[in-house]
């Protein structure tokens, strides 16, 4: 089967091999395990590679370069449309040359990619719409464009949609779907926490604005100063990371919090297993696999109510859901520290429901998508 990815996702290259986020290539790695020739339009960045990013297993990948764009400002506008007319050429091609078109969204490629597959309306498509499909969130203009595309079944013909999460009146081209981390190897009986007056916390993910890590170390703040003896782990990196350093320095959190960067999956399982809460309160998600690889390991997600998120975690009986207001927070914590078969019954839960999501019964579902779409 010759088998198209087009993709937004920003790759490298290093000794014949092509590398972008491990989260991301992972997953890829179980798509293309079940073709035998593999097209990838995508772009290209010339940065070094970063401990968060890995490479594709096949070395057989034609690889079709296509520029970045954005759409942002008035100079990025003018631009794109010099961009905007090779991509849709390359992407033209590809589609041509394909026998299955799978295609990645939200993203600028993704967008030309939706408009583009319009042509080929008898070839078999599997798209991934990586984002928040929640109809009633904000979103980009783009994003919804793309939406409003693809779950046209007129203009999008013999395809599977696929989403995070159960939304109510979708179209029939719509499937829920997931993605996933962990082997069934990984599963093992954890040990039960202890919780008493020391809480262990742990933030994983990106240091943007959008992730709000800054609201993490606040609640943590605000926990010490009610008296409970707390840590707090944060793994990632971004621009935020300068003003949570001064943050704890001005109000002498060195004890409590440890910013580690970015590390590698393997030191991330452990972390988990020992911490008793996720924090993660961002503002939009597609699938966040970090709450849902918390919950593989028992680990309690405290995490705002966006996207698929309250469907994860059956609206609070395998986490706790909040808004962002600290106090309300806190409150929720508090519930739930006020009887430790609380907090079991929520660990249990959590892991209980993300075990099944494993990485062989994800390859299978793949598996068939592709060959019951062809």
């Not at 969130?137 to 779950?151: A, C, D, G, T, V």
């Not at 170390?217 to 100063?225: A, E, G, T």
């Not at 309250?310 to 519930?335: H, Q, S, T």
Request: glycine share 4%.
């Amino acid at each position: 089967m010759k088998f198209l990815i087009i993709s937004h996702v920003l790759h490298k290259s290093n000794q014949n091999k092509w590398f972008a986020y491990e989260p991301y290539v992972r997953e890829m790695n179980l798509w293309i395990k079940n073709v035998n020739e593999i097209t990838l339009v995508a772009p290209i960045s010339i940065d070094n590679i970063t401990p968060i990013e890995t490479a594709y297993q096949s070395k057989n990948i034609n690889f079709k370069k296509v520029p970045n764009f954005n759409l942002l400002t008035i100079k990025n506008k003018f631009r794109a449309l010099f961009k905007i007319p090779k991509i849709i050429v390359r992407i033209y091609k590809a589609m041509i040359w394909a026998d299955h078109i799978h295609l990645r969204c939200p993203g600028n490629i993704g967008l030309i990619g939706c408009f583009v597959q319009i042509f080929f309306p008898s070839k078999p498509k599997t798209i991934k719409y990586a984002g928040n499909w929640d109809p009633d969130s904000k979103q980009p203009w783009s994003y919804k464009l793309q939406k409003s595309i693809i779950r046209n079944r007129f203009l999008t013909r013999h395809a599977k949609v696929l989403v995070y999460g159960e939304w109510r009146n979708q179209s029939k081209n719509i499937v829920p779907f997931f993605t996933a981390t962990y082997s069934e190897k990984d599963i093992h009986k954890i040990r039960k926490r202890e919780i008493k007056n020391y809480l262990k916390f742990i933030y994983v993910g990106a240091l943007h604005s959008g992730k709000q890590p800054l609201l993490s170390v606040k609640i943590i703040y605000q926990l010490k100063i009610k008296g409970y003896q707390v840590q707090l782990d944060i793994y990632g990196e971004g621009d935020e990371r300068a003003i949570i350093e001064q943050y704890i320095k001005d109000l002498d959190l060195s004890n409590e919090i440890k910013l580690h960067g970015n590390k590698s999956k393997e030191v991330i399982k452990h972390a988990f297993m020992e911490a008793h809460f996720l924090l993660f309160m961002s503002k939009s998600e597609g699938w966040p696999k970090v709450v849902a690889e918390a919950m593989f390991w028992g680990c309690v997600p405290i995490t705002s109510k966006v996207s698929c998120v309250p469907w994860m975690l059956d609206y609070g009986n395998r986490g706790i859901l909040v808004n962002n207001d600290i106090e309300d927070i806190i409150i929720e914590i508090d519930k739930v520290l006020q009887n430790k078969n609380n907090y079991d019954i929520l660990s249990s839960n959590a892991q209980r429901w993300s075990q099944k999501y494993t990485l062989e019964f994800f390859e299978n579902e793949i598996k068939k998508l592709i060959y019951e779409t062809a």
